[in-house]
């Protein structure tokens, strides 16, 4: 059984003394505009620990002076790494999915515009933002024309450089359609069995930076279509939601939409945002409307992901079939996808980085 490390210490860590927990809690705040709540305590006594045991420190009061110090300076982004929540999943709160498909592309092709800037701003460990990409390469083809592309953000370096490598565990695709899976990952073997690799075909979409959401000015040269913002305004109070989603809007294009948690309601900004249902926004006063959102038949509707298993699944049943030893092998005799010529030129969002430089787009 794992150790519990809370307030009132244990093996791992010492007592975090309610004084501890309040400096902890407002410097948090005054950084990253995450409002911790009071019953969060045992919460970040139990991941400050470790840095504790790291520096040989005694109290959260000592490490926390060593934060505010910059001794060293790359421990206030270890602080924030920390207490930062990372909870993703592959094709997470699908449906929101089903309307960048049904509802976002239609109305943008109906407008004769191919041309789609999406930014998730907060990426996690890279789930959404591959959804995104596969999202995209499925319905808005570069054969056909199209010129999309995804700004993948988040505050915490540590799960940012994971969704850049864009590496999991077999286990955690569970939710992705068979079909999707063999199409745009490749399946580890020898050293990486149990692994999946997304494919140069998702990779080119997505450009990976380090934004902090209450910094100003955001380092941004667009104005997207979409964005996602999913289960990350719970964690502000409101006067930072309101600053955060007002500068969403001024990042919007007039027509754009916005994506929010499933928990998360913003109807007193009914004068900015309004509500589409199913925490899905548009910018009031758009002078496009939305088309209905297109019924597709059973055959062609993205197919039910399979319960996850219990156990490791037999990677053959996934449609990833094993042709090497030591490496990402293709799921597939052919070859991979070659990169669009309608790149963006100069303008286009440069190579992913983790490091913190302007993302532009043509």
């Not at 206030?76 to 997470?92: P, V, W, Y």
Request: glycine share 6%; hydrophobic share 35%.
């Amino acid at each position: 059984m794992a150790q519990r490390h809370d307030s009132e210490g244990s093996p791992n860590g010492p007592a975090m003394r309610e004084e501890e927990f309040a400096a902890i809690r407002q410097y948090l705040y005054d950084e990253t505009g995450i409002s911790l709540s009071a019953g969060k305590r045992d919460m970040a006594c139990s991941r400050l620990a470790k840095r504790l045991r790291h520096f040989g420190l005694n109290s959260y009061s000592a490490y926390l002076r060593k934060v505010q110090d910059g001794d060293p300076p790359t421990e206030r982004q270890e602080f924030i790494n920390c207490l930062t929540t990372n909870k993703t999943d592959f094709f997470r709160e699908p449906h929101h999915f089903d309307f960048l498909r049904d509802t976002v592309i239609p109305q943008l092709r109906a407008s004769g515009r191919k041309r789609l800037r999406l930014w998730c701003a907060a990426s996690s460990t890279g789930e959404e933002p591959y959804t995104l990409a596969m999202t995209l390469r499925e319905h808005c083809p570069a054969s056909e024309g199209w010129d999309a592309r995804i700004l993948a953000s988040d505050i915490d370096t540590s799960v940012l450089a994971h969704a850049e490598r864009g590496v999991y565990d077999l286990d955690r695709a569970g939710d992705i359609p068979p079909a999707m899976l063999h199409k745009y990952f490749l399946r580890g073997t020898g050293a990486k069995a149990g692994k999946i690799s997304a494919r140069p075909e998702l990779r080119e979409l997505l450009t990976f930076r380090q934004i902090n959401l209450i910094e100003e000015p955001w380092p941004i040269r667009a104005q997207f279509d979409v964005i996602f913002c999913r289960n990350v305004v719970i964690y502000f109070d409101r006067d930072t939601q309101h600053k955060l989603l007002t500068r969403f809007a001024a990042q919007l294009d007039p027509n754009g939409f916005l994506f929010l948690g499933h928990s998360e309601n913003i109807h007193w900004l009914a004068d900015t945002f309004a509500p589409l249902g199913s925490t899905v926004y548009k910018m009031r006063g758009g002078t496009d409307t939305p088309p209905p959102a297109r019924t597709l038949p059973r055959s062609a509707a993205r197919p039910e992901a399979a319960p996850r298993p219990a156990r490791r699944p037999r990677l053959r049943s996934r449609g990833l079939r094993k042709t090497s030893t030591t490496s990402f092998s293709a799921t597939s005799r052919r070859r991979a996808a070659r990169p669009s010529s309608r790149r963006c030129s100069a303008r286009a969002w440069p190579r992913a980085s983790t490091t913190r430089k302007r993302a532009s787009v043509g």
